[in-house]
C-alpha cells in the first residue's frame, strides 16, 4: 500500500547470484538503499556493476536471491507470480535503449497498446503532447528519428500513468544532442507527473540533472550522492 510517509523503495540485503559453485556470479551483494517518492534517481556504474540486475528487481521483472525490495513497505521479493504481474500493470513503466516499438504501428497506437493492461490510462495523444510529439502521431517507427522513436516508447511508459518509471540507457543508442532531448523529456515528465524515475547510465554527467545518484560497482552500493541544485540536461558537461 502507498504511503505518503514511506519511501517509493527501500532494499535491505538485497543479493543476487546467477548460477552455483565456482561458477557463481554475484551479480547484488546486500544492496541496501532508500529511494523516497517522486525522486528522479540517476544509477551510475561500469558494466557487470549490478545496475540493470537491481532496476530488474525493483521493477519486478526478476527476483531476489536473498534480502528485501519494498514498494511502499510491500515486499517484491516475497511476493508470487501473480502479484508482481499485477505490480507491474499497476505502478510500473518501462524505457529501455531500443525503443522496442511496433514498426506495423503509429506511433498512436503504439501508445494505445497499454490501454489494453492499463486501470486508468492516459490518452495516447495527451501522452504523445507530453513528449513533444503530438504532430508526429501518425507516423510509423520507421518514419521518426531515433530520438522521436525513445519520446514515443516514453509516452507509452508514461500513458499507464505509472507510479514508478525505470529508464535503462534511454540514451545509450542516441548521439548527445539527440539525448539531451530524451533527458529533458524525462526531467519533465518526472516533475509534472510526479512518478519516481530510475535512469540506468554509463554516462556521469547524467548525474547532474537528478535529486540523487547512486554509485555501483561490483555488485554493492558503493555510495550516494544528493544534488541540492539539479542542472538541466542541456547545461551538462559531456
Not at 516533475?191 to 554509463?202: E, F, K, M, V
Amino acid at each position: 500500500m502507498e504511503s505518503e510517509d514511506q519511501p517509493a523503495f527501500k532494499t535491505r540485503g538485497l543479493a543476487k547470484t546467477y548460477g552455483e559453485g565456482a561458477s557463481a556470479v554475484h551479480a547484488l551483494r546486500g544492496v541496501e538503499l532508500e529511494i523516497p517518492k517522486g525522486e528522479l534517481v540517476v544509477l551510475l556504474g561500469p558494466s557487470g556493476s549490478g545496475k540493470s540486475t537491481l532496476l530488474n528487481i525493483l521493477g519486478g521483472i526478476d527476483r531476489a536471491t536473498a534480502g528485501e525490495a519494498l514498494f511502499h513497505g510491500d515486499d517484491l521479493v516475497r511476493m508470487d507470480d501473480r502479484r508482481l504481474t499485477r505490480y507491474r500493470r499497476k505502478h510500473v513503466g518501462f524505457v529501455f535503449q531500443f525503443y522496442n516499438l511496433m514498426p506495423s504501428l503509429t506511433a498512436r497506437e503504439n501508445v494505445e497498446l497499454v490501454a489494453e493492461i492499463a486501470d486508468k490510462p492516459m490518452d495516447a495523444m495527451e501522452a504523445l503532447e507530453r513528449v513533444g510529439l503530438k504532430n508526429r502521431a501518425d507516423h510509423f517507427p520507421s518514419e521518426l528519428s531515433g530520438g522521436e522513436q525513445q519520446r514515443v516508447a516514453i509516452a507509452r511508459a508514461i500513458a499507464k500513468q505509472p507510479s514508478v518509471l525505470f529508464c535503462d540507457e534511454p540514451t545509450g543508442a542516441l548521439d548527445i544532442k539527440t539525448g539531451i532531448g530524451v533527458l529533458r523529456a524525462l526531467q519533465e515528465l518526472n516533475s509534472t507527473l510526479g512518478a519516481t524515475t530510475l535512469i540506468i547510465t554509463h554516462a556521469a554527467a547524467t548525474g547532474a540533472i537528478a535529486d540523487r545518484v547512486l554509485n555501483l560497482a561490483d555488485g554493492q552500493l558503493r555510495n550516494v550522492e544528493i544534488n541540492a541544485v539539479k542542472k538541466k540536461p542541456e547545461e551538462l558537461d559531456w
